[in-house]
């Protein structure tokens, strides 16, 4: 493209324009500058004065930037895929019925997807049983979510603690290969 150059007050001129015209929207020096070629106009300080007029424009110094300190903080999205967070919960105990007392409730995060089995005991085999159809069905989560009650784990696992009996925190099942944790 060729640009007709120019100097002293045309060049001012031009520049003023591209600056503080409705239209042009009062933007930095170097989109100014950028303007400025863009109509097809130069002359070598081009950047300089387009600088002096950012800094003497009163509106532009008026608006001033957003500083970080202003900012929304931003935070990650984090990816997750259908069947990957389970949330597990017993419910319970009710009247026997047909000799189960208890319900296993899980429930997958994403999808809302509902699994739920009728029990006859609270306790870690069965629930060891029931997640173990649940990832032959469904694959192994990434997560699986509970509030550690004591149904989730084996008599060895409960300590004493303070004269009431607390469970260890429940360790996560193998994620590497969901077909070893079924044998």
């Not at 070629?37 to 110094?61: E, K, M, N």
């Not at 069905?137 to 009996?165: E, H, L, M, V, W």
Request: hydrophobic share 35%; aromatic share 10%.
């Amino acid at each position: 493209m060729i640009r007709r150059c120019v100097y002293g007050q045309e060049a001012v001129d031009i520049l003023t324009a591209c600056h503080n015209r409705p239209t042009r929207g009062h933007h930095g020096a170097n989109y100014t500058a950028k303007k400025v070629f863009d109509s097809g106009f130069y002359w070598p300080t081009i950047y300089r004065d387009a600088h002096d007029l950012v800094t003497r424009c009163d509106a532009c110094q008026r608006q001033g930037k957003i500083s970080q300190r202003d900012e929304m903080p931003q935070n990650a999205i984090q990816v997750c895929e259908i069947f990957d967070v389970w949330g597990i919960d017993f419910m319970g105990p009710f009247p026997s019925s047909r000799g189960n007392k208890y319900i296993l409730v899980a429930v997958d995060y994403l999808s809302k997807w509902v699994e739920a089995k009728a029990l006859p005991t609270n306790d870690a085999r069965v629930v060891v049983k029931f997640l173990k159809s649940l990832f032959a069905r469904f694959g192994t989560p990434r997560a699986i979510i509970s509030d550690r009650g004591n149904g989730y784990c084996t008599k060895g696992q409960k300590t004493k603690q303070n004269g009431q009996n607390r469970a260890r925190e429940w360790k996560e099942y193998k994620k590497s290969n969901p077909k070893a944790n079924l044998s």
